[in-house]
């Protein structure tokens, strides 16, 4: 099975609050001094649900990763955990995209690199967290899309997909080529082991510029949209005390409150 | 008229003698090349540099028994015992080689008996085998009334025990009924003369004497050609082996790690009995079954089923038992699985790597570097941790340090401003670079002692750098987990980082960086002066640039840091510090120095789960401290700290106990009233 994953480099999410600043003239947020940046939590379980692939099937495992030249670290991570190869695609003008033109330049990069049986992507960035790529590369590519996977499971030409509902869980048969959206719950993502951490550490990414993959101006020129505001939410705690006679009374009251509120 | 010159039977003695000696050493020699070819199944070592000095090692630990007399405390005296049974011993196997085997075998006792040689060296035996004989007595008494926590009573010790006594009993009674027999009146040898003189009042016939002289010279003979044969069989193999295994021990860091080789391998680290060292094998005989390893293992004594001894043991009875089939070039599917079977993971993850057992260990087994070649098959081949291991080396990996949730960001964060420090920038060259180490630089509790120590460096006038957020963890906890390659990346980053900033000395206030940087790194191609800072601070005293003016009246404790002390020898220093401060008293816990017991974070066990339903190691060590009714334990290791600090939160002790760093003292003492 032919596999190609996106994953985007973050700033690491497990910064402590205080650090987290941003630039409301500019509308973006400013990478605190000294913290190197991660890859997106979904998108590494989606390199994990490849490489679970890959395992039971095999077949190639290529990683993608949209972002400044750093994003080569991502990549390399991910072929340490499993994958064959990996490109980021960084062009000036690829700055500042929405999820529209992101997913267009994915498409672009996947049309060039060809055959392919599946598409993983995390389910939303852990930076911004639209969760829109993923939906709107399958739309491009003309390919169905699943989202909010917590398991993937090869069947025949089809895809088994376990998906995350709001109360429990769904199971959904998809043809392949498909795109599946990756959620946390696919579980602890491996370690890379053995002989691949050197293999990565080594490796040279190739970056690829708008010109090698055919993105077109006109289409990176179109925004759907834009960030009026950005700020950082202040937080107000209030606590009130339900009082009560007993335990059982003070619970009673409690409850009569959250009921109330909600 | 030696035995041996009499006919048995139509049979002359010396056919007799020399059949039995043929077929005793026989299976002596075919049990010892078995064992020695089971041994070179073992991964290649060289262990063979610096003969000399190693032969020196040798001597000096075996023949005045240092090996055994360094194990000696108050309360455990059996080093001396072995001590004298092992002399004594000596003289005995010296006399059977001189009087049985030259002097029997070899026909010349018309040249040996009676001479005044012989009466000499009768005479020490005697005293030697008195000596001998308390040994044994005391040692049955341990063993088998007392029974002290290390030792089990076991078949294999009764029969040593009963053998030994009846070796030394017999030895009298040979010289008492060769005397009797042969109507010779002497002083000396006292007890065999002794019993020559009961015996020739008896009034037995000379005929009776002479043949129960016969028999019980040729019972001593079997007896002990019985000995040579039983002894590369049980666990007394140590008699042979251990002076070898002290010969071969490492010369270098205690726990001697290799950089595994860049070749794509099927595996990594040892998943079967061969993937050891030779000398890892080696160290599987040499076990005597002390179970001072035991005895000692923080874990063992906080109640997981980690012990020392038993994966030493297990894994000898694992290379006996597939041992023959792997010489035959076969590979056997029903065989134990080494981890899994032999030795349990649980066991593999509970190891603090201490260095308790291989301190106490009078034969020089190398426990530690087992432990970690098995981590390293897990982790490298087969992708098996525990899931707090995973995210600690997913985080080594990923971030370049284990602390995931920071609360606190490398110094090039907000308070470097107030300090004025040198943080090295691109192209900037410094000698003595400050290594402040992954929690010195994260975390909270951490961050205070390392703003202490950059202003006890400044006040002393020590012109220092620091690396700032190019500072990535020294790779310990990687290694210790047995993600060598990881450790390997990280390893070659940082000495290529010291090199690009010419950096001649590094200090630091981690013993594990300490270790790490010092002895490790050599290996990766850094070498490099490594200093830790209670050393720094002991010779900056001693030169009289850091007054320690302030009394302080705190009861203080100090505690010993494994990778500080025991493996690096570092225990005078902190204590010459604090002692200078005027009126600071130490109260010593018992375990200290060498002893000093495991604060339950190294090797990994920072972050990895202990064993559900057992006593954490640090809340252990705590009831050391409360012992001593010091109010304040001082201890020179971030880790040690954050230890104490958890147990102290976690036994709601903050009003009556404080742990701090030894920095942290020092500048207290500083202080200008």
Redesign the interface.
């Known amino acids: 099975m032919n596999i190609i994953v996106c994953v985007k480099q973050v700033i690491d999410p497990e910064i402590p609050p205080v650090k987290f600043k941003i630039d409301p003239e500019k509308k973006e947020v400013v990478p605190p001094p000294g913290v190197p940046p991660v890859i997106s939590v979904f998108d590494e379980r989606a390199v994990e649900a490849a490489c679970r692939l890959k395992d039971k099937q095999g077949g190639t495992i290529t990683v993608i990763s949209l972002g400044p030249e750093k994003a080569s670290e991502v990549v390399k991570h991910s072929i340490a955990m499993g994958a064959d190869e990996g490109y980021v695609l960084n062009d000036a003008a690829f700055e500042g995209l929405d999820s529209f033109g992101i997913a267009y330049v994915l498409s672009k990069a996947i049309a060039k690199i060809g055959a392919y049986d599946l598409v993983l992507c995390g389910r939303q960035s852990a930076d911004w967290g639209s969760g829109q790529v993923g939906s709107i590369l399958a739309e491009i590519l003309g390919i169905p899309v699943v989202t909010l996977a917590c398991d993937i499971e090869a069947a025949d030409k089809n895809i088994k997909v376990k998906r995350v509902v709001k109360d429990g869980y769904e199971m959904v048969e998809a043809p392949l080529p498909s795109l599946v959206t990756v959620s946390s719950e696919l579980g602890l993502p491996r370690l890379p082991a053995g002989m691949r951490i050197m293999i990565a550490a080594r490796k040279q990414v190739p970056v690829w510029k708008a010109a090698d993959i055919g993105a077109e101006a006109s289409e990176l020129d179109k925004a759907h949209v834009e960030i009026t505001k950005l700020s950082v939410p202040t937080r107000k705690t209030e606590c009130e005390m339900i009082p009560g006679d007993s335990p059982d009374q003070a619970a009673e009251n409690l409850a009569a409150k959250l009921a109330e509120l909600l | 008229m030696s035995p041996v010159n009499a006919t048995y039977w139509g049979i002359p003695g010396y056919a007799i003698f020399w059949v039995l000696f043929a077929v005793a050493f026989g299976l002596f020699a075919w049990r010892l090349r078995f064992l020695f070819r089971l041994m070179r199944l073992g991964k290649p070592q060289n262990r063979f540099d610096h003969m000399i000095k190693r032969i020196k090692t040798m001597l000096v630990e075996v023949v005045p028994q240092w090996c055994n007399l360094k194990t000696v405390t108050r309360k455990d005296i059996a080093g001396v015992g072995h001590a004298l049974m092992f002399w004594g011993f000596s003289l005995f196997l010296l006399s059977y080689i001189i009087f049985i085997g030259l002097a029997g075998g070899f026909g010349l006792s018309s040249v040996i008996e009676q001479t005044t040689f012989e009466i000499v060296f009768f005479s020490i035996l005697d005293i030697a085998g008195i000596m001998v004989t308390l040994a044994l007595v005391l040692a049955a008494i341990r063993r088998y009334i007392i029974r002290p926590t290390r030792l089990e009573p076991s078949g294999e010790a009764a029969i040593i025990l009963v053998l030994v006594f009846f070796l030394m009993v017999v030895n009298v009674a040979v010289v008492g009924f060769g005397y009797a027999a042969h109507d010779i009146q002497a002083s000396w040898p006292p007890l065999g003369s002794a019993l020559a003189g009961y015996l020739s009042g008896t009034g037995l016939a000379q005929g009776t004497l002479e043949g129960v002289y016969q028999g019980v010279w040729w019972l001593h003979y079997i007896v002990i050609i019985g000995f040579m044969v039983y002894i590369p069989r049980s666990k007394h193999l140590h008699i042979l082996v251990s002076p070898a295994n002290i010969l071969f021990r490492p010369l270098g860091p205690k726990v001697e790690l290799e950089p595994i080789p860049?070749e794509?391998?099927e595996s990594?680290g040892a998943g079967k009995i061969q993937d050891f060292k030779w000398k890892d094998l080696l160290d599987l005989y040499s076990c005597a079954v002390c179970g001072r390893c035991h005895a000692n293992c923080p874990a063992q004594l906080s109640g997981k089923t980690l012990s020392p001894r038993e994966v030493v043991l297990n894994l000898k009875e694992h290379l006996l038992e597939t041992g023959p089939e792997l010489l035959a070039g076969k590979t056997s599917d029903k065989s134990k699985t080494m981890i899994g079977d032999v030795v349990t993971e649980e066991e593999i993850w509970a190891c603090t790597t201490c260095g308790a057992c291989q301190e106490e260990c009078p034969v020089s087994i190398e426990h530690i570097r087992k432990i970690i070649e098995l981590r390293r098959n897990l982790?490298?081949?087969q992708?098996k941790?525990p899931?707090s291991a995973?995210?600690m080396?997913?985080n080594m990996?990923?971030?370049?340090h284990p602390w995931?949730?920071?609360?606190?960001?490398?110094l090039?964060?907000d308070w470097t401003s107030d300090l004025d420090i040198k943080v090295l920038a691109e192209g900037d060259k410094a000698k003595t670079l400050f290594w402040v180490g992954c929690t010195g630089a994260l975390v909270e509790r951490n961050v205070e002692a390392t703003l202490a120590m950059t202003r006890v460096l400044k006040a002393a006038g020590v012109d220092f750098a620091v690396l700032?957020?190019a500072e990535t963890c020294c790779g310990d906890p990687a290694r210790r987990a047995g993600?060598e390659?990881?450790f390997?990346?990280m390893a070659e980053q940082n000495i290529e980082t010291f090199k690009k900033h010419g950096i001649k000395e590094i200090v630091t206030t981690c013993p594990h960086c300490y270790n790490t940087i010092k002895n490790e790194y050599p290996s990766y191609g850094g070498k490099f002066k490594v200093v830790h800072y209670s050393q720094l601070i002991a010779d900056l005293i001693g030169q009289g640039k850091l007054k320690l003016n302030q009394e302080i009246s705190a009861r203080l404790t100090y505690h010993d840091p494994c990778y500080l002390g025991r493996y690096n020898g570092v225990y005078q220093e902190p204590r010459r510090v604090l002692q200078s401060i005027p009126k600071a008293g130490i109260e010593e816990m018992e375990r200290s120095r060498k002893k000093s017991f495991c604060c339950g974070g190294g090797g990994g066990l920072m972050w990895i789960e202990e064993q559900p339903g057992t006593t954490k190691v640090n809340h252990v060590r705590i009831e050391d401290v409360l012992k001593t009714g010091a109010d304040t334990v001082v201890t020179a290791c971030p880790y040690c700290l954050q230890m104490f600090e958890e147990g102290i939160e976690n036994k709601d002790i903050k009003d009556s106990l404080k742990a701090k760093d030894l920095v942290e003292i020092v500048e207290a003492a500083m202080k200008q009233s």
């Open positions: 860049l794509e391998a990594f982790v490298l081949t992708g941790m899931e995973q995210l080396l997913g990996q990923l971030r370049g995931a949730g920071v609360q606190s960001l490398r090039r964060g700032g957020d993600y390659f990881q390997q990346i």
